[in-house]
């Protein structure tokens, strides 16, 4: 992508190739097959987004820098290439940065590439146009965050945050373009010279032998051992050893969120509808990508109740040990090699006191009965578990549909009842819990993917990036949107005590979300029972085409913030 710039003494000889900064923008990210953008156009950025259009550079252009930003961090997270977000100055920047922090809080691999104000103006606060000074604003929300000044640099710039998104615990990485980067020109040839094609961008990070000999020492010594996969486990795409270092072990398994699937959960090992028995009675717990936070009780207190825990962990990141409690066998390493290093030391493996396994299926088969009569319910207006019972139904029968899912009880009660056969086909909200993921996360993921999507959104959840849908429409995605519209945030039915204003967790009753994907051209779906969600969703997989279903909820289904409710706090003294 060079121009041949004619010089205006017309004699042969001064004729020079040249290329600027925009060229070599798009020259660098093609050369490392960064090959899709994620963006809002705007100044300084607009041609840019042409011109990469031009070169063959998919551009998706969304309708907030947010979205935008969830869909290059997922697109991370799928692919274990840095997922890349534009944005224009100050603001467009500022609302890409919570993707950028998200996606580093999450270990997922990002760039985000802004256009920023002058130098000269910004450092001077003489009040540019959008003045920022954006590189020490992310600086602390990501894991590294570079500038650059001179074309020439554009090559290495780009290098360098590659190297930081993708290797060693995967995170976001912030690159600075200031709007006079990109009309820089220079010659031709020595653009082309200055380019990078990062090699080996992720090396492998090989496990010491010691490391190995003493996690399966304290494994294989274990009476009552589990194994956690969390969705590092996921990111490493290590499925087929992953697979086999449980098969092998015989050790009950647990999922996290968005590690689901990378062993089905109908494998007879999967103890996810045993999970509170799991954490409590367990006396080794191998983890495998997963961290102790707050997702798993910090490793400790009630849900892991009072049986001593000894704990292995496997992790790209040496700091994470010893985070939340002891870890007796740290194993430092990539996943693919620390697995395969595992399985290659196993030898003859003796499986764990059948005591043990047999009373994990006993609980999870106990559970799953439970629960299936509620799943079969045709209630109209339908209660969760009916809707869900519908949409386990359409996962099951289409394994290599991807479930983006967000909300409070949408989400806690689906993770609990979808159940996944594939790896990497669930995504949601993550580590810090978050709600607006859900229509950036959908067009990431059919983009990257080509699959079917199903989102699963709760009503509030979904209005973060609603917008969105015109962008799903835009580019003609496989995307199936449900919204549980219960009329509000949690529930429907909070009434105000002192006035005539809602109360804040409510909606306007009786919302018809599906009309919004009927004015952009998709198909729009009201669905009151089970068996109208079902012919919806369906027909929207079998199409293809973008749909929206408004699925009508009981206003007084759902509980408050759902499954964590002990973080809200709660006054004692209002109810007086
Ligand atoms: P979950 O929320 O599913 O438990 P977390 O995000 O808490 O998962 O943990 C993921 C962990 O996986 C992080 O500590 C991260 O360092 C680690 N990780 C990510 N990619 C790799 C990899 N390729 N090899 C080893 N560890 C990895
Ligand atoms: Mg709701």
């Given at each position: 992508m060079s121009a041949v710039v004619q010089s205006?003494?017309?004699?042969?000889?001064?004729?020079r190739e040249q290329t600027d900064g925009f060229n070599l923008i798009i020259d660098a990210l093609k050369l490392n097959g960064l090959n899709t953008i994620y963006g809002v156009p705007g100044i300084p950025i607009t041609d840019f987004g042409r011109m990469a259009q031009a070169a063959g550079i998919r551009v998706l252009s969304f309708r907030h820098e947010q979205a935008a930003g969830y869909a290059a961090s997922i697109a991370g997270f799928l692919t274990k290439k840095p997922g890349v977000c534009l944005t224009v100055s100050a603001p467009g920047f500022l609302n890409g940065l919570t993707a950028l922090a998200h996606a580093t809080t999450n270990c997922f691999p990002m760039i985000l590439i802004s256009g920023s104000s002058e130098r000269e103006i910004v450092d001077l606060q003489q009040g540019d146009y959008e003045e920022m000074d954006q590189l020490a604003i992310a600086k602390p929300l990501c894991k590294a965050a570079f500038r650059v000044l001179h074309a020439a640099d554009i090559g290495i710039g780009l290098a360098r945050a590659i190297r930081a998104a993708v290797s060693g615990r995967p995170g976001g990485v912030y690159l600075d373009l200031p709007a006079k980067l990109f009309g820089q020109v220079m010659d031709a040839e020595a653009g082309r010279k200055s380019l990078v094609k990062v090699i080996d961008a992720a090396p492998a990070q090989i496990p010491a032998p010691d490391a190995i000999k003493r996690a399966l020492d304290v494994l294989r010594n274990a009476k009552r051992p589990l194994i956690i996969l969390g969705k590092g486990a996921a990111y490493a795409q290590a499925d087929d050893a992953i697979r086999s270092l449980v098969e092998k072990s015989g050790i009950p398994f647990l999922p996290m969120s968005m590690a689901k699937g990378l062993l089905p959960d109908t494998h007879p090992q999967c103890a996810g509808a045993a999970r509170s028995t799991v954490l409590k009675d367990s006396d080794v717990v191998m983890l495998i990508?997963?961290?102790?936070n707050w997702l798993l009780s910090h490793g400790k207190g009630k849900s892991w109740g009072d049986a001593p825990k000894k704990f292995i962990q496997i992790d790209i990141e040496p700091k994470e040990m010893d985070s939340n409690v002891e870890i007796v066998a740290p194993v430092v390493g990539d996943i693919g090699s620390c697995v395969a290093a595992l399985l290659a030391g196993m030898g003859g493996w003796t499986a764990p006191p059948s005591e043990w396994t047999g009373a994990v299926a006993k609980k999870r088969d106990e559970n799953v009965a439970k629960m299936a009569p509620r799943l079969m319910n045709n209630n109209s207006p339908m209660d969760y578990h009916g809707a869900l019972g519908v949409l386990r139904t359409v996962i099951k029968e289409r394994p290599d549909a991807i479930l983006v899912n967000e909300g409070a009880n949408t989400l806690d009660l689906a993770r609990g009842i979808i159940d996944m056969y594939q790896p990497r086909k669930r995504i949601d909200v993550?580590?810090?819990?978050?709600?607006?993921?859900g229509m950036g996360y959908c067009i990431a993921a059919a983009i990257e993917t080509g699959k079917p999507v199903l989102a699963v959104e709760g009503d509030s959840a979904f209005g973060f990036s609603g917008m969105e849908v015109e962008t799903i429409c835009r580019y003609s995605l496989p995307v199936c949107i449900v919204v549980f519209n219960n009329d509000g945030i949690y529930r429907g039915t909070d009434v105000n005590s002192a006035g005539s204003d809602p109360a804040p967790t409510v909606f306007v009753k009786g919302s018809r979300y599906d009309k919004m994907m009927e004015a952009f051209g998709g198909v729009g779906v009201n669905a009151t029972s089970p068996d109208e969600l079902r012919r919806a969703v369906n027909a929207a997989m079998d199409s293809g085409k973008p749909t929206l279903i408004n699925a009508v909820l009981d206003p007084a289904a759902g509980s408050e913030s759902g499954r964590i409710g002990n973080l809200n706090p709660q006054s004692k003294l209002k109810k007086k």
């Open positions: 205006i003494d017309t004699s042969a000889t001064d004729e990508g997963a961290r102790l993550g580590t810090w819990g978050i709600m607006g993921i």
